[in-house]
């Protein structure tokens, strides 16, 4: 089955620091990828969607310019975090997609647990 | 209104019972319905996964969809303590269209 890979699975940053998270397809060509964020105890709530080749689509009240996405290759999409603070600590999820909606589509990574400090 | 509704619970059964999750929405454009299950601090994982109305089964689980109603449901046979986790229905027009959530449903099997 489809396997999507994200890394890491937790990192701890400073406050300012910028932190890169990487989620890559790893047997398909996700022409599409999603990043989600998840608060403790509640659903996932999407960030951006990202085409291969294209700017990200922000969801309203996601800041772009913090939320950097990279979507440049059809196996990988990035997310950086820029001039983390301790409110952009969470858990981030990202999301790949073939373009169909069968069984295979859409793949979850497992998560990147964010602390900043 | 949400566009996708579901009981957040938390829904403690004993162990062999069968569970009952479900979900309705609003937006009659979806067309593919799913049941992810996401276990504390993991990304969620595929479990079912319905294109219209109509029932999948796959082991101890159903899925079941009946579109006229705008109803969606997971049925769990047998439950096991290590189906203890959040189940999360989400659906989407195709296409590769965002996926939207319900608010999941905390899941507890007790021995």
């Known amino acids: 089955g489809a396997v999507v890979s994200q890394h890491p699975s937790w990192v701890i940053c400073k406050s300012g620091t910028s932190v890169k998270i990487e989620c890559r397809s790893l047997d398909f060509q996700a022409t599409t990828m999603f990043w989600y964020r998840q608060f403790p105890k509640q659903s996932l709530m999407l960030m951006a969607t990202?085409?291969?080749?294209?700017?990200?689509?922000?969801e309203q009240g996601v800041e772009k310019d913090k939320f950097l996405i990279n979507h440049a290759s059809l196996t990988l999409s990035t997310l950086t975090v820029t001039s983390a603070h301790p409110e952009d600590s969470s858990f981030y999820i990202c999301?790949?997609?073939?373009?169909?909606?069968?069984?295979?589509?859409?793949?979850f990574g497992s998560g990147t647990r964010l602390t900043v400090v | 209104q949400k566009e996708v509704e579901q009981d957040p619970g938390p829904l403690s059964v004993p162990e062999g019972a069968i569970v009952s999750l479900n979900c309705t929405y609003s937006?009659?454009?979806?067309?593919?319905f799913m049941w992810y299950r996401q276990y504390s601090r993991k990304g969620p994982e595929l479990l079912m996964y319905?294109?219209?109305?109509g029932n999948k089964e796959d082991g101890r689980f159903t899925a079941q969809v009946d579109k006229s109603s705008k109803y969606i449901s997971l049925f769990i046979r047998d439950s096991q303590p290590s189906d203890s986790a959040t189940y999360l229905c989400?659906?989407?027009?195709?296409?590769?269209?965002?996926?939207?959530f319900g608010t999941g449903t905390q899941l507890k099997v007790e021995l």
């Open positions: 999301s790949a997609n073939q373009g169909t909606g069968g069984d295979y589509g859409y793949t």
């Open positions: 989400a659906m989407t027009p195709g296409g590769g269209n965002k996926l939207t």
């Open positions: 319905t294109y219209s109305s």
């Open positions: 937006n009659s454009a979806f067309q593919y």
């Open positions: 990202s085409n291969e080749g294209s700017k990200a689509t922000y």
